[in-house]
Nanobody, 122 residues
């Protein structure tokens, strides 16, 4: 299984970026995005469950980020609006089938993309 993330870059504060993650071979119940800033742990950003289409967000990104899925292309999208300098990090997409109680934990995802850098300037 391969996850190919793309769409990162440099943007000014209050700007937008769109991240994509293409998944080969399989369809997973849960798709998620995590991020990791220098010297920090990998933190949950957003997740989407295939069954029911429920979405989950970290509090600081609610109302600014939207996670969605293109089932035909087996791709998950993270639309990021009104970006802030504190959103600067390497963003990773992840895939798995963990239970709902573990959906915000990196341990719930055995498959990871390579990461894409997002830098927001003030």
């Amino acid at each position: 299984v391969q996850l190919q993330a793309s769409g990162g870059g440099l943007v000014q504060a209050r700007g937008s970026l769109r991240l994509s993650c293409a998944v080969s071979e399989r369809t997973f119940n849960n798709m998620a995005w995590f991020r990791q800033a220098p010297g920090k742990e990998r933190d949950f950003v957003a997740a989407l469950r295939r069954n029911g289409g429920h979405t989950y967000y970290e509090d600081s990104v609610k109302g600014r980020f939207t996670i969605s899925r293109d089932n035909a292309k087996n791709t998950v999208i993270l639309q990021m609006n009104r970006l802030k300098p504190e959103d600067t990090a390497v963003y990773y997409c992840a895939a798995g089938s963990t239970v709902l109680s573990n959906i915000r934990s990196p341990s719930g995802y055995p498959h990871w993309g390579q990461g894409t850098q997002v830098t927001v300037s003030s």
